[in-house]
């Protein structure tokens, strides 16, 4: 018996509509000219040249390009409400801390230890942006015992917003490899936001693309046999998904999709990624219904082989390293996370770790 299911690209792009159609090909030509500017600031770069009169008016060119993207891409959300993009839509303060945290994140020069410090730090703001605005008047108190005990012991009083009804319904799914870590800390920050300590169920998917294959006529595999999740526990849930990168909207709409021909029917789908390409964002919005993408930053292009531009790289490889010569499995890559981050996400490894063991089916 076959236990993949598969989704198709041209599947995907049938979702679209002809405007859809229409913002990615204007995107994908302004693409088309940045790039024609990185080939001759790499060449000047390989020459040796620094700082000479022809390489400013190409650095002028670039900034003009990447300002007139962002601009089209603004507008193309604006009309959108299922897309929410944290740089478009917060005050001009908070989209500077965004475009500082996915400039680091991009950079090269960025080692394993601060990658994961700054994809720590997108899934916070991501989970403000999501929110925020189920924020209402009422108010949770906390009485705290602290550890001071003279002259005798005191207690604090914290009142915080009180969003338990938009947190305490939510299961985690997580489409493994590269988003194991991200879930478990969206998890973390729902369990921390909770009034009640609330830790999110886990419903684990293993999704991968065929990477012998190009963007347009992309494979989406759901491997059911090495998947962990019972479809009555996902039904009337409101499903959170996390994930760095969204590059074509391929692997949730997989998911949601087979969950939904299972009879699930779930109460909402939020999908949190810190970069999405325009193309990908429109895809989940346009197959899912009920769907909402949060993302930090949107990119606007997709390469042959579907990977983001200008992207940041595998992000997967970049929070778990890569892997040796065959792919780790759940167990090996938490374990491989090692004791600060298996002391920090202890609530939501005990719950993988029950999911994994069958004990929620």
């Not at 979702?15 to 030509?29: N, P, V, Y």
């Not at 990658?115 to 703001?125: D, S």
């Not at 938009?166 to 998890?187: K, Y």
């Not at 969204?246 to 997989?254: D, E, H, L, R």
Request: overall charge negative; proline content about 3%.
């Amino acid at each position: 018996m076959d236990n993949n299911v598969i989704l198709k690209a041209e599947d995907l792009d049938g979702f679209l509509t002809e405007r859809d159609r229409e913002h990615i090909a204007a995107m994908d030509r302004l693409y088309r000219e940045v790039m024609t500017s990185f080939s001759l600031l790499a060449a000047e770069e390989s020459s040796g040249k620094q700082g000479g009169a022809e390489r400013q008016r190409e650095e002028e060119n670039l900034i003009r390009l990447y300002n007139e993207m962002g601009r089209e891409m603004q507008h193309i959300c604006a009309s959108e409400p299922g897309i929410q993009v944290y740089s478009f839509v917060m005050p001009h303060e908070n989209q500077s801390e965004a475009s500082r945290l996915i400039a680091k994140l991009r950079d090269v020069r960025t080692g394993h230890e601060e990658f994961v410090y700054y994809i720590q730090r997108a899934f916070e703001l991501l989970f403000k942006l999501a929110y925020g605005g189920a924020e209402g008047a009422d108010k949770n108190y906390f009485i705290i015992k602290t550890p001071v005990m003279s002259p005798v012991q005191n207690y604090a009083v914290h009142k915080i917003t009180n969003i338990d009804g938009a947190i305490e319904n939510t299961v985690m799914c997580v489409m493994l490899r590269g988003a194991l870590l991200p879930s478990m800390i969206m998890s973390k920050e729902i369990q921390e936001y909770s009034s009640h300590g609330y830790v999110t169920p886990f419903a684990l998917f293993r999704i991968r693309r065929d990477d012998t294959k190009y963007e347009h006529d992309m494979e989406y595999i759901l491997d059911l046999g090495r998947s962990y999740f019972n479809p009555g526990d996902l039904d009337g849930k409101d499903l959170v998904f996390a994930d760095p990168m969204n590059a074509t909207g391929g692997s949730i709409v997989t998911v949601v999709k087979y969950l939904l021909a299972q009879g699930v029917k779930p109460k909402s789908v939020r999908f949190f990624n810190v970069i999405s390409a325009l193309k990908g964002a429109l895809r989940a919005v346009r197959a899912l219904e009920n769907c909402r993408v949060y993302t930090l930053w949107m990119d606007p292009a997709l390469n042959h082989a579907a990977y983001i531009l200008p992207g940041l790289g595998d992000a997967g490889d970049r929070l778990n390293g890569e892997d040796a010569r065959h792919p780790r499995n759940i167990i090996r890559l938490i374990a491989d996370y090692g004791a600060n981050i298996a002391g920090l996400y202890r609530e939501q490894l005990r719950e993988i770790e029950a999911t994994v063991l069958g004990r929620h089916q």
